[in-house]
């Protein structure tokens, strides 16, 4: 396999134009020679689509399989702090598509972060209870039935949580490809480290990897914890490498045999999705401090975490160069606060419109 074989498999997918790629690829001097190691970021938190990350690239997929098929709904899943749902929302908008949200949770007492986004841009939004931090089976088969029952009564297409599905999938399969034409056709790095939630990043970038012909080792950090991921997760990655490969058809050999190498990192979220920790607010403030980039602290920052332990550790030999995939989040910082939903905006107490004066 090479870069050939990648750039023509992601040219015959069906896509519509989202982002603003190729995104930043860039080296952290000032935590390389802190840390002793090379450590490079791309820049996927400008992917172009609200306030940028990973589901930009998987959207431009999704959705135009979602056109091709004549839908003009979309109902897509998440919990109340999703940057996913988010980004599905307002690619919906560029799109001229109806979008609606299953939020995973009860109806927050102040709107923030991705809620609030949500709130602006007239996502029809859905709750029904289901903690994910500590998610209860019952509560997830719960959740399982409204969402077929919610795609059935709306006759949407059906994007699942984070956008792991097949057909989204050549989005991080086409990261590498960007990341290799930045680095002149290779992929010279030690480790690629990103954030592991749904499994469809990850899965992507070693799928990209393998139709490609790399092989570099790839962490992905778990963003909640063990005990959530062996509930709501149907396989490892390996497994999801395999059903994936099975279904966008790639060659036999792929299907057959193992992903690039890849190791799931677990115990920077034990506190569970979304509870905030020191060790990734520290984080933050390494990354702030020392290039002037943010993390947020769902997802970058413990991944993040992760990776500046694993390096602490000696997992990572000293002048490993490394390759940090910023993923978004970045609404998930204080923005705004509300006591209830906002309403329409407005200028000196008179609701704005789109009509003139």
Same mark, same amino acid.
């Given at each position: 396999?090479?870069?050939?074989?990648?750039?023509?498999?992601?040219?015959?997918?069906?896509?519509?134009?989202?982002?603003?790629?190729?995104?930043?690829?860039?080296?952290?001097?000032?935590?390389?020679?802190?840390?002793?190691?090379?450590?490079?970021?791309?820049?996927?938190?400008?992917s172009?689509?609200?306030?940028?990350?990973?589901?930009?690239?998987?959207?431009?997929?999704?959705?135009?399989?979602?056109?091709?098929?004549?839908?003009?709904?979309?109902?897509?899943?998440?919990?109340?702090?999703?940057?996913?749902?988010?980004?599905?929302?307002?690619?919906?908008?560029?799109?001229?598509?109806?979008?609606?949200?299953?939020?995973?949770?009860?109806?927050?007492?102040?709107?923030?972060?991705?809620?609030?986004?949500?709130?602006?841009?007239?996502?029809?939004?859905?709750?029904?209870?289901?903690?994910?931090?500590?998610?209860?089976?019952?509560?997830?088969?719960?959740?399982?039935?409204?969402?077929?029952?919610?795609?059935?009564?709306?006759?949407?297409?059906?994007?699942?949580?984070?956008?792991?599905?097949?057909?989204?999938?050549?989005?991080?399969?086409?990261?590498i490809?960007?990341?290799?034409?930045?680095?002149? $056709?290779?992929? %010279?790095?030690?480790?690629?480290?990103?954030?592991?939630? &749904? =499994? @469809?990043? #990850?899965?992507?970038i +070693?799928?990209?990897?393998?139709?490609?012909?790399?092989?570099?080792?790839?962490?992905?950090?778990?963003v909640?914890?063990?005990?959530?991921?062996?509930?709501?997760?149907?396989?490892?990655?390996?497994?999801?490498?395999?059903?994936?490969a099975?279904?966008?058809?790639?060659?036999?050999?792929?299907?057959?045999?193992?992903?690039?190498?890849?190791?799931?990192?677990?115990?920077?979220?034990?506190?569970?999705?979304?509870?905030?920790?020191?060790?990734?607010?520290?984080?933050?403030?390494?990354?702030?401090?020392?290039?002037?980039?943010?993390?947020?602290?769902?997802?970058?920052?413990?991944?993040?975490?992760?990776?500046?332990?694993?390096?602490?550790? $000696?997992?990572? %030999?000293?002048?490993?160069?490394i390759?940090?995939?910023? &993923? =978004? @989040?970045? #609404?998930?910082?204080? +923005?705004?606060?509300f006591?209830?939903?906002?309403?329409?905006?407005?200028?000196?107490?008179?609701?704005?419109?789109?009509?003139?004066e």
């Amino acid at each position: 396999m090479s870069l050939d074989h990648l750039q023509q498999f992601i040219a015959s997918r069906p896509r519509v134009r989202l982002g603003e790629f190729p995104t930043p690829l860039v080296k952290l001097e000032r935590l390389s020679r802190q840390l002793g190691v090379e450590l490079w970021m791309k820049r996927d938190e400008l992917s172009g689509v609200a306030f940028g990350g990973n589901k930009t690239r998987k959207m431009e997929f999704i959705l135009a399989d979602a056109i091709r098929q004549g839908f003009a709904d979309i109902l897509t899943v998440g919990p109340v702090t999703s940057n996913h749902t988010m980004m599905t929302a307002m690619a919906c908008l560029r799109l001229g598509l109806s979008c609606h949200c299953l939020v995973a949770g009860e109806p927050p007492r102040s709107y923030e972060g991705n809620i609030l986004l949500l709130q602006y841009m007239g996502a029809n939004l859905i709750y029904e209870p289901l903690s994910l931090a500590i998610p209860d089976p019952a509560d997830v088969a719960r959740y399982d039935a409204a969402t077929a029952r919610i795609q059935a009564e709306l006759g949407a297409y059906l994007i699942p949580a984070g956008g792991t599905m097949p057909v989204g999938e050549p989005g991080y399969m086409n990261a590498i490809l960007e990341i290799a034409v930045q680095c002149c $056709g290779d992929l %010279p790095f030690d480790a690629i480290f990103v954030a592991y939630g &749904t =499994g @469809g990043t #990850s899965a992507g970038i +070693l799928l990209g990897q393998a139709v490609a012909g790399f092989s570099v080792p790839v962490y992905a950090v778990a963003v909640g914890s063990r005990q959530a991921f062996d509930i709501l997760q149907e396989s490892d990655l390996a497994g999801l490498f395999k059903e994936m490969a099975a279904a966008l058809e790639l060659p036999a050999k792929l299907q057959a045999g193992q992903p690039p190498p890849f190791h799931e990192l677990y115990g920077y979220a034990e506190s569970g999705y979304a509870v905030p920790t020191a060790s990734a607010s520290a984080a933050i403030e390494l990354l702030a401090r020392g290039e002037g980039y943010f993390l947020d602290p769902v997802y970058t920052a413990k991944a993040f975490d992760g990776m500046l332990d694993q390096i602490r550790l $000696g997992r990572i %030999p000293a002048g490993s160069r490394i390759l940090f995939i910023h &993923t =978004g @989040g970045l #609404s998930m910082l204080p +923005l705004a606060r509300f006591a209830s939903p906002p309403g329409p905006l407005s200028r000196n107490g008179s609701t704005v419109s789109g009509e003139g004066e």
